[in-house]
């Protein structure tokens, strides 16, 4: 009855734990570049009660009697299949279709994201950068900061970032004020792709972390073997979260947690009784 207990006891951990990553997969339901996540399980160790077991007349069963002692939480393993593309109009939403990733500096490491939702921020009078919306930069194929030179040597306007332009293999590209035509900036975005995505490490603010699980980054531009993702500027990539599925799975956390509560008050009668017996 103890073991029954405790097995018991790890199970509605788990579950606890299982109905806490499904909540923030809802609560993220609306964030750009967010993947979903999903709790994985594995049983706790087998106590033997007969290594050998026999029939009555002595005649040996094929298997052992084991008896498991519960569970805990395995790993939260992030899926990253790609999410919905929505139209917002805003020309610095650059959503992805692919497996790349942005990189960001954020002044002491590279981080990367799918959140794709940029801004321009002014360095000066003649430059603008282009940053995350925590004002870290977006890095370029060279790893270097996207700076965009607004004026000439005389201070007169060249290029109004109003019209900037990044094309589906991430070149940028923006209106000259003087002739009116598109020109190319000689700027590319960087993208890089990971062996095994599921290994990177969250930070928060929809930015993930290189990790040894992970595999190093991969730049897309300097890898043949990589399918290049495709750039779609005036949208955003939605989470790829499916409502439906989290509820259906919440409710079967929920049950679970309630049947093992159910063991627990079980176990707990039957020690009630067990102390109860008199002679």
Known sequence: MMRALWTAASGMTSEQSNVDTISNNLANINTAGYKTEKAEFKSLLYQNLQSRSTNSDGTAKPISAQVGLGTRMASVTSRFSQGILQETGNFMDWGLEGDGFYKINNGTETLYTRNASFSLSIIDESKVMVTNSNGWPVLDVDNNPIVIN????????????ANLEVHNDG????????????????????????????????????????TENSGEPMEETENEVLKKSTFRQNYLEASNV????????????????????????????????ANNLRR
Request: glycine content about 6%; hydrophobic content about 35%.
């Open 150 to 161: 607004t004026r000439d040597d005389q201070g007169n306007l060249v290029y109004n970032t």
């Open 171 to 210: 070149s940028l590209y923006c209106r000259n004020e003087t002739t009116g035509e598109s020109e190319p900036l000689n700027i590319q975005v960087g993208l890089v792709q990971f062996a095994n995505p599921a290994g990177l490490e969250k930070t928060g603010s929809s930015l993930f972390k290189a």
């Open 242 to 273: 499916n409502a439906a599925d989290e509820m259906v799975n919440l409710i079967v956390a929920q049950r679970a947690y309630e049947l093992n509560s159910k063991a627990i008050q079980a176990a707990d009668s039957m020690m009630d009784q």
